[in-house]
């Protein structure tokens, strides 16, 4: 897969990324179907397949369990090879989501991440939204997420949003949104709109519809028509179904 510019951050990322919240949490999820979380042996031939097929991005967060350990001990002497997209502002507590969105919680948090990561930057860190995004999103969790890039600690900022004056906020004052765009979801397209216009990222979620969609490549070409749409993230464990969106996604940006 050839690379793409996520905005004017200046990094090239794969049009798709592996989410991976399949790698540490089981619980609280909305697939529709169960699955137990992999083994060790199993990831790191997952990760292997990947970027062997040109995926070199990677969505994680504090909220997904122990999947942060796990891609720390499994990147390991391999850091340079992914961009990595982190976030801060949700932790999975006995079962179920507790948010903070104070900025010296984010300072912690950032702190703990790098460790479990096992790196000393993160590329992309986005706010993790609990759909409050005006009154998360405010002037000092801002000053700190552009205080986190001005010491390089980041490479990037932005937050992961559920509304269109959220994602909005979050372009104009930061550089990358992770945005909800389907089609059979397209309220937030204003958002889209806005990134094409002005050159900032646009990373989509939930475009498979947490799993419910099956028609893979319509769902692709869908996120994929509109220019603001720099890549988009998907979570698998399976190694036939990483192949099977790789493939799809490829078609898709051949046509």
């Known amino acids: 897969m050839d690379r793409r510019r996520l ?7 794969s049009p798709l990324g592996l989410g991976t919240v399949k790698f540490g949490r089981n619980t609280g999820v909305k697939y529709p179907q169960g699955f137990e979380i992999p083994d060790e042996a199993a990831l790191a031939d997952l990760l292997t397949l990947a970027k062997d097929l ?9 909220a997904y369990g122990t999947s942060e350990e796990r891609l720390g001990h499994l990147l390991k002497g391999r850091r340079e090879d992914w961009v990595i997209v982190g976030k801060a502002g949700e932790e999975f507590e ?17 702190e703990r991440s790098l460790k479990r990561l096992n790196t000393d930057y993160i590329d992309v860190l986005m706010v993790h939204s609990d759909g409050n995004d005006v009154e998360n999103l405010s002037d000092d969790l801002i000053a700190k997420m552009q205080d986190f890039k001005a010491r390089g600690l980041v490479r990037a900022i932005g937050a992961s949003t559920k509304t269109v004056v959220g994602g909005l906020r979050a372009l104009e004052t930061m550089d990358v949104v992770m945005a909800c765009y389907n089609a059979d979801y397209t309220d937030e397209k204003p958002v889209l709109d806005y990134a094409a216009e002005h050159n900032k990222g646009v990373l989509l979620k939930k475009v498979l519809g947490s799993g419910h969609n099956t028609d893979v490549e319509a769902a692709f070409r869908f996120a994929f028509v509109h220019p603001g749409t720099s890549g988009i993230i998907v979570g698998t464990i399976n190694p036939v179904h990483l192949r099977t969106n790789i493939e799809a996604i490829n078609r898709v940006l051949a046509a």
């Open 94 to 110: 006995d079962g179920k989501s507790v948010y903070n969105f104070n900025p010296e919680y984010f300072e912690m948090s950032l």
């Open 54 to 62: 040109g995926i070199n991005m990677l969505d994680t967060a504090p």
């Open 7 to 13: 905005g004017d951050t200046g990094i090239g990322i």
